[in-house]
């Protein structure tokens, strides 16, 4: 069974920096596209960043310059950089990943972290 699990969230005052941090675990045979979302009270769900298996990156406009995603291959790892922080980046963070397992049968599937809040203060 393969899981997400986030961490990095908290509160912030705006201004500040945090890094949330997402490991993958279990029977993974390889990793695709990995990508950190947010879901602020009242709104849909809108993708952050994402970044490929070969570190490719995009960004929504609302966090270029101040957000950054990067992975860790060995750790099945991502992470979000997060400087310059805004009130209006308050929002449940969600990780996810398009894994491929290490099953007899393999499968490809997307997954979703637990979520942890970012909140940031005026």
């Known amino acids: 069974q393969v899981r997400l699990v986030e961490s990095g969230g908290g509160l912030v005052q705006a201004g500040g920096s945090l890094r949330l941090s997402c490991a993958a675990s279990?029977?993974?045979?390889?990793?695709?596209?990995m990508g950190w979302y947010r879901q602020a009270p009242g709104k849909q769900r809108e993708l952050v960043a994402a970044?490929?298996?070969?570190?490719?990156?995009n960004y929504a406009d609302s966090v270029k310059g101040r957000f950054t995603i990067s992975r860790d291959n060995v750790r099945n790892t991502v992470y979000l950089q997060m400087t310059s922080l805004k009130p209006e980046d308050t929002a449940v963070y969600y990780c996810?990943?398009?894994?491929?397992?290490?099953?007899?049968?393999?499968?490809?599937?997307?997954?979703w972290g637990q979520g942890t809040q970012v909140t940031v203060s005026s």
């Open positions: 970044i490929t298996s070969g570190s490719s990156t």
């Open positions: 279990g029977s993974i045979f390889r990793i695709n596209a």
């Open positions: 996810n990943a398009d894994i491929i397992s290490g099953t007899v049968v393999p499968y490809d599937e997307h997954y």
